[in-house]
Structures are given as C-alpha cells and as structure tokens.
C-alpha cells in the first residue's frame, strides 16, 4: 500500500502570516483600552501538551495579558512580548493624568470650602 506525500502547504486562513496580522491589529484596540483601565499582568501558563514540561508543573513563563473588569466580570486580553513596553507606556500615562487631576481637584475642593467659609455658608 503507498501513501499519498502529505500536504504541508499552509492554509489560507491558518497561515502563520495571517495570525501576525491579526496580533498587529489588535494593537490599537488593546492600548485604547489600556488608556482608560485594566492593568498589565504576566502570568505562567499551560500549553496543554501531554508530554510538555508544563503537564508536571513546570509552567511556561512570559505570557502577558491586559486584564480588564466590567460589571460582566473580568476579562483578559494576550498581548505580545514586543508590545509589553508600549502597553506600559500607555498604563503608566494614564496613571500620571489621574494623578494630575485627583491633584486639580483637591485643590478645587479647597478653594470651594475656604469660600465657603469666607461666605459664612455651613456644611
């Protein structure tokens, strides 16, 4: 009995090329997220393999996600290991604006209650 060689060509929609460019389009999505809330967390994680070092409790490290909460639950999108920093970036911007403004409006909650009581107006 002779067996047919095996197609090896990649597929048109499982290409490798074609989950590249998905990764690079979620980009955008996840660092527009970023800028509003979520945090960036690294987690160890399962392949699924049987005979993986993983499948004895050696976990495979590296893996980052942006996990997001709603009033649904919480959710967690994977993001690269080239697009980590940018992420970041874009976390650590986001927390220096509302640092920024919880400064502005302390200082406006301030001035509101010395006129307050400049004005003779109790709480």
Not at 15 to 27: A, I, P, R, T
Not at 32 to 47: E, H, I, M, P, Y
Not at 50 to 65: I, Q
Not at 93 to 98: I, L, Q
């Amino acid at each position: 009995m002779t067996r047919k060689p095996k197609d090896v060509t990649p597929r048109e929609n499982g290409s490798q090329k074609d989950q590249s460019k998905k990764s690079e389009d979620s980009l955008p999505k996840i660092l527009r997220l970023a800028s509003r809330c979520g945090s960036l967390q690294a987690q160890r994680v399962k392949c699924g393999k049987p005979n993986c070092r993983c499948a004895r409790g050696e976990l495979h490290e590296g893996y980052h996600y942006l996990f997001l909460w709603s009033r649904a639950g919480v959710s967690k999108l994977y993001v690269r290991r080239e697009d980590v920093p940018a992420v970041r970036a874009v976390i650590a911007e986001r927390r220096r604006r509302r640092r920024a403004w919880r400064v502005e409006l302390d200082e406006a909650r301030a001035y509101l209650r010395r006129m307050m009581s400049a004005v003779g107006v109790k709480r």
